[in-house]
């Protein structure tokens, strides 16, 4: 399979639309870049956003299982309030004194580890990941760079080249190494951190003979694109102090994880018991306004930052800002994680149930609310496996309830639910779960 | 000079600061990265912006001829409206069908000449500037990328390895080629496109040489960073055609001179009567909010978005399509290119007069409402020059009006004000600067 290609997407012609929607179609495909992709062989069209909730045109209501960026739910009315009211006010910069951007800063960086204790703002995870790995090539003097085999960090070019998840007309950067993770590689979990050291090892071996060194691993430490791979938590930990002998920085792509994501921590690295020299931040950091971060150890920052002047004109303004401080204080005062953690119990547990029928639940992995849930009946090829997942996937969307795909053959249903859910949107879920495997697999 | 130090900037212990202004400043720098600056010798800080005004936290006014992001002044109410109305409904993203996402599509590339046909959106001014040197080494299949001596493109790995302007410490890509621009190399006008293609001419061969090829030639049409050599209209021409000849694309960099900023044109490229095939937006396109996009010929965006899935999490959302669409309909609406254009040339006479007395101005260039104003007294030396500018940008912003510097030198004082500013602010802004000048070079 060519993985440029997202397999969950509209492909024209494959199914029968609304001449409403099929005439939108046209016109977006007459102007928007052929980058551009839609979900589902039915694209959706929403017009109202509240809490777990989506509404299209016609009222009809979808339960979002899918997007993690609103992590408080749709259209939050505090979130909106702040943000609102702040760009009403005033927008400045940060070459302008602001108390609200170091008061916002101070309350992040107090929720990572002591030695973490130092944030450059950004607008997008991609400005984190490209900023993180300018900051560590610049600390260790050294160009490569080691991910997963099935990575994505990024639409900037430096990160696009450490992504070998967007497939082969993407070129990879010469200095960039994949490495297997245990899970997809079959390894039992009792050897998965020898596994992954051992190819960490090797990867930093080979980076040092060419004389290129390792600047970085990284990592996503739930490594969603690889179809979410878990388990067991610390086996990343041997890798990690590796590179770290070597000269390199340890990156965690908190992008996805962070923010309470995984539910028992703020930030996935916390899991598997590591303390980076750099997070990079995004999505969920302020429920949809468009703000990120890198948080890292004063020692690379400051020798970055000494000569190196990094001016984003966007990043940290006193709109973004103040949404983002209302994402933490809601996080925090709700104790959303906590709840989280409840719920994503609730799921596996539900989840497991279904596993027991003859439905073609293979697999079940999830920290938190990120689930990867395999799909295939026994016996079966990679291509039918993957034509299950995509099937499951668009009953469920014509149920009216929204999930995606992942992982290198992409039949892993990627399920990561706002973590505001409730015991009524799992058990909703599950429902539509089941009836969506009954129909396709049953 | 080590031009990564950002001359306009705030050096501990140089002036004296209230007691809550220091405290601030030493929380900030516990905890914000050092990449970070302040502007000026006594920082501002600001609680309050409308139109053409910033307010202190003691109720002083700020008269803004610096930012041009809020092109249509601080905190719009119709902008903030539409922000704060989108963001309480919904921001959906750009993989469900949303028809403002197209309609705004639509209107923006109507704003360009017939051949730039298609948009894909981005979150800031660098994004634009990185996909766009994605795309461009795509579809050329070359490396090679061609800069003004001092230029300044963006923030990302990619982006900053093509902009001089940030220094020795910001290593530069081996596969870009910097040229000397007619007008700080002294050459006349008469010799301008001539001198420009030549240059142009020789970085091209060099690149051939070397088997890199060119990629693209990436300019800011009034390029500001290099100090604003905005003169004669159409030099840039032949070196365009150069490039397209030798198989490279032409982006022009619309993240500063866009929006009507040149007052005559839509954006800045028109000024020199080219097409470009790739145009890239920042900075004004959401007055503050984060949006950009890459505005582009269908060949190239085709050919990459063909197979390159380009996903940028924020970028689109309905959200930001919103503002940037109330952004556009006041700017055609109210005709601000045209009111600007007017002010432009208020502001410009009013320099003249200026220039004729003893004060130490030695050249005024604009387009539009961007300006670039030499400084210095006859026969001084370059570091007499910077100091010069130096203190007037700092008498100014005592005296309640707020420019800073740019150029080689940085002796050229930047002023771009809001595009929505009014005949008493132009004369306000005049005498300031003449008290300025009065006090430094008096």
Redesign the interface.
């Known amino acids: 399979m ?1 993985t ?3 397999p969950n997407r509209y492909i024209p012609g494959e199914a029968d639309l609304p001449g409403r ?1 099929s005439e ?2 046209a ?2 495909d ?10 589902y062989r039915r ?7 509240e809490g777990m909730w ?1 509404y299209d045109p016609d009222g009809r209501a979808y339960l979002d299982f899918y ?1 993690n ?2 992590s408080l739910g ?2 939050h ?1 505090e979130v ?1 309030a702040a ?2 009211e702040q ?13 609200k ?2 008061d916002y ?2 309350r992040l ?1 107090d929720t990572f580890p002591n030695e973490l ?4 703002f950004t ?5 984190s990941n ?2 993180a ?2 900051i560590a090539r610049f600390a260790s003097g050294n160009e490569g760079v080691i991910v997963s085999n099935y990575a994505y960090h990024g ?4 990160t ?1 080249a450490v992504s070998p998840n ?5 070129k990879l950067s010469p200095f960039v190494r994949m490495v297997q993770l245990p899970g997809p590689a079959g390894v039992p979990e009792s050897q998965a951190a020898e596994f992954f050291e051992a190819q960490i090892r090797s990867a930093i071996t080979d980076l040092n003979r060419r004389g290129i060194g390792v600047a970085a691993l990284l990592i996503d430490s739930i490594f969603s694109s690889d179809g979410v791979w878990v388990d067991p938590p610390g086996f990343i930990a041997g890798g990690v102090a590796a590179v770290r002998e070597a000269g390199g920085l340890v990156i965690a792509d908190e992008v996805q994880p962070g923010f309470g994501r995984t539910g028992e921590h703020m930030w996935g690295f916390e899991r598997h018991g590591i303390v980076p020299d750099l997070a990079t931040l ?2 969920p950091m302020g429920n ?4 990120g971060a ?1 948080v ?1 150890r004063r020692a690379p ?2 020798q ?12 940290g ?1 006193t ?2 800002i103040a949404t983002a401080d209302a994402v933490l204080t809601i996080l925090q005062r709700d104790q959303i994680p906590e709840k989280a953690l409840a719920m994503s119990q609730r799921l596996r547990a539900g989840l497991e149930k279904l596993a027991m029928l003859p439905y073609g639940i293979s697999g079940i992995r999830n920290a938190g609310l990120f689930f990867g849930i395999d799909l295939g009946l026994d016996g079966t090829t990679p291509a039918s496996r993957r034509s299950m997942a995509l099937n499951v996937v668009n009953a469920m969307r014509d149920d009216g309830v929204l999930v995606s795909t992942t992982g290198a053959n992409e039949d892993t249903l990627k399920v990561r639910p706002p973590l505001v859910c409730q015991a009524e949107h799992v058990d909703q879920f599950l429902a539509a779960m089941e009836r969506a495997l009954i129909k396709i697999a049953g």
Chains 1, 2 share one sequence.
């Open positions: 060519s440029d290609l997202m929607e939108l179609i016109r977006r007459e102007v928007l870049g052929a980058s551009y992709r839609l979900q694209p959706v069209h929403f017009v109202r956003g989506l997007n960026v609103p749709h259209c009315p909106t943000m609102a760009a009403a006010r005033i927008s400045a910069n940060t070459r302008y004194l602001e108390p951007l170091v800063a101070e960086v204790d130092r944030v450059v607008c997008t995870g991609s400005e490209d900023l790995l300018r639409t900037s070019a430096a696009a967007l497939g082969d007309a993407v995004g999505k949809g306004f468009p703000i890198v890292g920052m400051d970055f930052g000494a000569t190196s002047r990094y001016s984003n004109t966007f990043a303004n709109v973004g």
